[in-house]
């Protein structure tokens, strides 16, 4: 698998790519959370699950999408 795109350090919980992809092509992304945990910064593993007030969430390894004909 060849890494096109990546951005570390995102500010908030979302992303709009600055760059194009190719036209009918089918692409995986993956992300993961950085936390503060008694000062000290965190990172969710790659396969984690994370807890919250309403259980266990899985956290998906990969999502994959096709990009439109061009």
Known sequence: MELVYARDGLPEPHHTLTDSLQPATEYTWSSRA?????????????????????GV?????????????G
Request: charged share 25%; no cysteine; aromatic share 14%.
């Open 34 to 54: 950085r936390l503060e945990v008694d000062g000290q910064v965190r990172l969710t593993d790659w396969r984690a699950a994370y807890g919250t007030r309403f």
């Open 57 to 69: 969430l899985p956290h998906p390894l990969y999502h994959r999408f096709r990009t439109p004909p």
